[in-house]
Protein backbone atom coordinates (compact mmCIF):
# COMPACT_ATOMS: atom_id res chain seq x y z
CA UNK A 1 0.00 0.00 0.00
CA UNK A 2 1.40 3.72 -0.88
CA UNK A 3 -0.99 5.19 1.28
CA UNK A 4 -1.95 7.58 -1.25
CA UNK A 5 -3.09 11.13 -0.21
CA UNK A 6 -6.54 11.28 -1.07
CA UNK A 7 -6.54 15.46 -0.92
CA UNK A 8 -3.84 15.25 -3.56
CA UNK A 9 -4.51 13.52 -6.94
CA UNK A 10 -1.18 11.62 -8.32
CA UNK A 11 -2.57 11.39 -11.63
CA UNK A 12 -4.60 14.19 -14.03
CA UNK A 13 -6.56 13.68 -16.91
CA UNK A 14 -4.92 12.58 -19.87
CA UNK A 15 -2.07 11.31 -18.18
CA UNK A 16 -0.40 8.31 -19.24
CA UNK A 17 -0.30 5.14 -16.65
CA UNK A 18 0.69 1.75 -16.42
CA UNK A 19 -1.07 -0.69 -14.24
CA UNK A 20 1.33 -2.46 -12.17
CA UNK A 21 1.29 -6.46 -12.84
CA UNK A 22 1.51 -7.76 -8.47
CA UNK A 23 0.87 -11.46 -7.75
CA UNK A 24 -0.79 -9.74 -4.83
CA UNK A 25 -2.53 -12.32 -2.12
CA UNK A 26 -6.18 -11.23 -0.92
CA UNK A 27 -9.09 -9.34 -2.23
CA UNK A 28 -7.99 -6.67 -5.23
CA UNK A 29 -10.32 -4.96 -7.43
CA UNK A 30 -7.56 -4.34 -10.56
CA UNK A 31 -8.74 -7.69 -12.53
CA UNK A 32 -5.81 -9.23 -14.41
CA UNK A 33 -5.85 -8.18 -17.64
CA UNK A 34 -5.54 -4.94 -17.38
CA UNK A 35 -2.29 -5.67 -15.19
CA UNK A 36 0.68 -4.74 -16.92
CA UNK A 37 -1.34 -2.71 -19.41
CA UNK A 38 -0.69 1.24 -20.30
CA UNK A 39 -3.59 3.71 -20.74
CA UNK A 40 -4.85 6.97 -20.27
CA UNK A 41 -6.77 8.76 -17.48
CA UNK A 42 -10.40 8.97 -18.10
CA UNK A 43 -11.64 10.78 -15.24
CA UNK A 44 -10.61 11.02 -11.85
CA UNK A 45 -13.05 9.60 -9.66
CA UNK A 46 -11.88 11.17 -6.31
CA UNK A 47 -10.87 9.47 -3.19
CA UNK A 48 -12.55 6.24 -1.55
CA UNK A 49 -12.27 3.53 1.25
CA UNK A 50 -9.30 0.96 0.19
CA UNK A 51 -11.57 -2.30 -0.53
CA UNK A 52 -8.13 -4.04 0.07
CA UNK A 53 -8.51 -3.03 4.02
CA UNK A 54 -11.96 -2.98 3.61
CA UNK A 55 -12.70 -7.06 2.99
CA UNK A 56 -10.69 -7.97 6.02
CA UNK A 57 -12.75 -5.89 8.44
CA UNK A 58 -10.24 -2.59 8.04
CA UNK A 59 -11.39 0.72 7.86
CA UNK A 60 -10.27 1.02 4.11
CA UNK A 61 -7.92 4.60 5.45
CA UNK A 62 -6.44 6.51 4.13
CA UNK A 63 -8.53 6.94 1.07
CA UNK A 64 -6.98 6.18 -1.56
CA UNK A 65 -8.02 8.71 -5.09
CA UNK A 66 -10.04 6.24 -7.62
CA UNK A 67 -9.20 6.69 -11.17
CA UNK A 68 -11.52 5.43 -14.25
CA UNK A 69 -8.83 4.45 -17.08
CA UNK A 70 -9.29 3.93 -20.72
CA UNK A 71 -7.31 1.55 -22.52
CA UNK A 72 -7.07 1.00 -26.25
CA UNK A 73 -9.06 -2.58 -27.39
CA UNK A 74 -6.26 -3.74 -28.87
CA UNK A 75 -3.32 -3.05 -26.09
CA UNK A 76 -5.23 -5.10 -23.86
CA UNK A 77 -6.59 -8.26 -26.55
CA UNK A 78 -3.76 -8.84 -28.38
CA UNK A 79 -5.75 -11.60 -30.77
CA UNK A 80 -7.93 -8.86 -31.09
CA UNK A 81 -8.21 -10.13 -35.12
CA UNK A 82 -9.42 -6.86 -36.35
CA UNK A 83 -8.23 -3.44 -35.55
CA UNK A 84 -10.70 -2.19 -33.33
CA UNK A 85 -11.44 1.19 -32.04
CA UNK A 86 -13.21 0.39 -29.33
CA UNK A 87 -11.83 0.87 -25.57
CA UNK A 88 -11.90 -0.87 -22.14
CA UNK A 89 -12.72 1.52 -18.91
CA UNK A 90 -11.87 0.22 -15.97
CA UNK A 91 -11.70 1.57 -12.52
CA UNK A 92 -8.50 1.45 -10.60
CA UNK A 93 -7.21 2.36 -7.29
CA UNK A 94 -3.82 5.24 -7.36
CA UNK A 95 -1.41 2.48 -5.74
CA UNK A 96 -1.87 0.27 -8.47
CA UNK A 97 -1.00 2.73 -11.16
CA UNK A 98 2.53 4.22 -12.55
CA UNK A 99 3.25 6.74 -14.64
CA UNK A 100 3.95 5.26 -18.47
CA UNK B 1 -2.37 -16.79 -13.77
CA UNK B 2 -5.70 -15.12 -12.29
CA UNK B 3 -8.09 -16.86 -9.82
CA UNK B 4 -11.29 -18.17 -10.69
CA UNK B 5 -13.34 -15.22 -10.35
CA UNK B 6 -11.47 -12.86 -11.98
CA UNK B 7 -12.45 -14.42 -15.54
CA UNK B 8 -12.41 -11.36 -17.93
CA UNK B 9 -10.92 -13.04 -21.42
CA UNK B 10 -10.90 -16.76 -20.05
CA UNK B 11 -9.72 -18.67 -23.40
CA UNK B 12 -12.81 -20.55 -24.62
CA UNK B 13 -15.17 -19.62 -21.73
CA UNK B 14 -18.07 -19.22 -24.28
CA UNK B 15 -20.41 -16.87 -24.55
CA UNK B 16 -22.17 -15.44 -21.41
CA UNK B 17 -25.72 -17.20 -20.49
CA UNK B 18 -27.65 -13.73 -20.62
CA UNK B 19 -30.73 -15.70 -19.93
CA UNK B 20 -33.90 -13.80 -17.48
CA UNK B 21 -35.33 -15.95 -14.70
CA UNK B 22 -37.38 -15.04 -12.02
CA UNK B 23 -35.62 -14.48 -8.62
CA UNK B 24 -36.57 -17.51 -6.16
CA UNK B 25 -37.95 -16.65 -2.61
CA UNK B 26 -34.49 -17.79 -0.88
CA UNK B 27 -32.64 -15.84 -3.53
CA UNK B 28 -34.64 -12.63 -2.64
CA UNK B 29 -33.82 -13.22 0.87
CA UNK B 30 -30.32 -14.07 0.80
CA UNK B 31 -30.60 -10.30 -1.05
CA UNK B 32 -32.37 -9.06 1.27
CA UNK B 33 -30.36 -10.37 4.04
CA UNK B 34 -27.07 -8.75 2.25
CA UNK B 35 -28.57 -5.95 2.68
CA UNK B 36 -30.04 -5.39 5.79
CA UNK B 37 -26.12 -6.77 7.38
CA UNK B 38 -24.33 -4.16 5.49
CA UNK B 39 -26.39 -1.39 6.44
CA UNK B 40 -24.85 1.61 7.57
CA UNK B 41 -27.40 1.61 10.90
CA UNK B 42 -26.15 -2.49 11.54
CA UNK B 43 -22.83 -2.63 9.95
CA UNK B 44 -22.32 -6.33 10.27
CA UNK B 45 -19.91 -6.68 7.16
CA UNK B 46 -19.13 -4.86 4.05
CA UNK B 47 -19.97 -5.85 0.49
CA UNK B 48 -15.65 -5.81 0.31
CA UNK B 49 -16.15 -8.67 2.65
CA UNK B 50 -18.76 -10.66 0.56
CA UNK B 51 -16.88 -9.94 -2.54
CA UNK B 52 -13.54 -12.04 -0.68
CA UNK B 53 -15.52 -14.62 1.16
CA UNK B 54 -17.02 -15.18 -2.58
CA UNK B 55 -13.08 -15.22 -3.82
CA UNK B 56 -11.64 -17.85 -1.19
CA UNK B 57 -14.73 -20.24 -2.14
CA UNK B 58 -12.70 -23.55 -3.61
CA UNK B 59 -12.68 -22.78 -7.28
CA UNK B 60 -14.84 -26.17 -7.68
CA UNK B 61 -17.36 -24.86 -5.63
CA UNK B 62 -17.22 -21.80 -7.04
CA UNK B 63 -17.95 -23.34 -10.79
CA UNK B 64 -20.62 -25.36 -9.35
CA UNK B 65 -22.88 -22.53 -6.89
CA UNK B 66 -25.18 -20.69 -8.43
CA UNK B 67 -24.98 -16.90 -8.13
CA UNK B 68 -26.77 -16.82 -4.66
CA UNK B 69 -25.48 -19.70 -3.61
CA UNK B 70 -22.45 -18.38 -3.47
CA UNK B 71 -23.64 -15.30 -1.35
CA UNK B 72 -25.26 -17.20 1.09
CA UNK B 73 -22.57 -19.05 1.37
CA UNK B 74 -20.49 -16.28 1.88
CA UNK B 75 -22.57 -14.68 4.34
CA UNK B 76 -22.53 -18.17 6.71
CA UNK B 77 -18.77 -18.14 6.40
CA UNK B 78 -18.62 -14.38 7.78
CA UNK B 79 -21.13 -14.94 10.05
CA UNK B 80 -18.80 -17.92 11.35
CA UNK B 81 -15.45 -16.22 11.05
CA UNK B 82 -17.10 -12.82 12.90
CA UNK B 83 -18.33 -15.06 16.09
CA UNK B 84 -21.96 -13.93 15.34
CA UNK B 85 -22.83 -17.61 15.08
CA UNK B 86 -21.35 -20.85 15.45
CA UNK B 87 -21.71 -24.28 12.80
CA UNK B 88 -23.19 -25.71 15.99
CA UNK B 89 -26.27 -23.09 15.65
CA UNK B 90 -26.52 -23.29 12.07
CA UNK B 91 -26.87 -27.01 11.57
CA UNK B 92 -29.38 -26.91 14.34
CA UNK B 93 -31.29 -24.39 12.97
CA UNK B 94 -31.59 -25.78 9.63
CA UNK B 95 -32.46 -29.16 11.01
CA UNK B 96 -35.48 -27.60 12.93
CA UNK B 97 -36.86 -25.93 9.97
CA UNK B 98 -36.40 -29.16 7.65
CA UNK B 99 -38.02 -31.29 10.44
CA UNK B 100 -40.87 -28.13 10.52
CA UNK B 101 -40.98 -28.76 6.46
CA UNK B 102 -42.13 -32.33 7.02
Same mark, same amino acid.
Given at each position: ? #???? #??? $??FKRGDA??????????HIRTPWYIQGKTGAVEK?????????????GGDG? $?? $????????AHADVWKPAGRASRDAILVDVYEHWLEPA | ??????????????????? &??????? &????????????????RVMRVDELRRA????EPRAYETMS???RWITAI???????????HEEIDARVKELNERGR
Amino acid at each position: M #SGAD #SAR $PRFKRGDAVRVRAAEKPGHIRTPWYIQGKTGAVEKVHGAFRNPESLAYGGDGL $PK $PCLYLVRFAHADVWKPAGRASRDAILVDVYEHWLEPA | MPRVHDRGGWPGAGPIDKA &EHEPSMW &EKRTDALLVLLTSPEKRVMRVDELRRAIESLEPRAYETMSYYERWITAIEALMIEKGILTHEEIDARVKELNERGR
